[in-house]
């Protein structure tokens, strides 16, 4: 079956403008969570969504936005880019509300690249 | 909070010789236990996981991880190793129950000939 697919794979973007990227889970997943991977802070949880609602959510500021549609597909937001906000952005997609007991998937991320 | 520690940022080894990565994890409740493969320019792969039960867990591509309760610990080893092991590793860990993970800042590992 297909896996985690994220769109677009690269972007560049400058500072000040807002990006959206897309993450469709694997079929019947209906648990999206997102995560940023800079060098410098390695990998960091963003948000989690189930079921079109947030269920957790990162230290980052409200720059960072997301959300869920009824197909499962989602979304991150983020405005007023910085030079920071550089960085690799994944998604991982798992099958239900206890879905840690089950195998986070994750695509292979959208590198973003804010000058 | 729980937080993940992994000791070696990298580890040079040569091919068919034995690895252990090592994590190290600290938390109030009681955890789930992971560990990924980053290759380059790609996603995270999960080679194993520790739920509960057996403490030796085993996983993909002959990789194998050993939870200690006692000294917090979850380290990865392989008795041989091969050039295509040659990526990043990381450990990470979960709330039981809860979805987000927290991860360690990886170990590069790196095969010579």
């Known amino acids: 079956k297909a896996g985690v697919t994220q769109t677009p794979r690269y972007l560049i973007k400058t500072r000040g403008q807002q990006v959206t990227l897309s993450c469709s889970p694997i079929s019947g997943h209906r648990s999206v969570s997102w995560y940023q991977q800079t060098p410098g802070q390695g990998l960091q949880f963003l948000f989690e969504?189930?079921?079109?609602?947030?269920?957790n959510k990162g230290n980052f500021p409200g720059r960072f936005s997301g959300r869920q549609f009824s197909n499962s597909r989602s979304e991150m937001n983020v405005s007023t880019l910085e030079l920071g906000d550089s960085a690799l952005y994944l998604c991982?997609?798992?099958?239900?509300?206890?879905?840690?007991?089950?195998?986070?998937?994750f695509g292979q991320g959208t590198r973003l690249t804010v000058v | 909070a729980q937080s993940v520690t992994q000791l070696d940022s990298q580890v040079p080894v040569f091919e068919e010789a034995p690895v252990e990565l090592r994590c190290n994890y600290s938390?109030?409740?009681?955890?789930?236990l992971f560990w990924y493969v980053q290759y380059p320019n790609q996603g995270l792969q999960l080679l194993l996981k520790?739920?509960?039960?057996?403490?030796l867990v085993k996983g993909i591509n002959g990789f194998e991880a050993e939870f200690n309760k006692s000294q917090t610990s979850f380290h990865l080893r392989k008795p041989s190793v091969h050039i295509s092991d040659t990526a990043e590793y990381f450990c990470a860990v979960s709330d039981r129950g809860a979805q987000k993970l927290v991860f360690g800042q990886g170990t590069r590992l790196t095969i010579n000939p």
């Open positions: 969504y189930f079921s079109e609602t947030q269920r």
């Open positions: 991982a997609s798992s099958v239900g509300q206890s879905g840690i007991k089950t195998e986070a998937f």
């Open positions: 520790y739920l509960s039960g057996s403490t």
């Open positions: 938390s109030s409740v009681s955890v789930y």
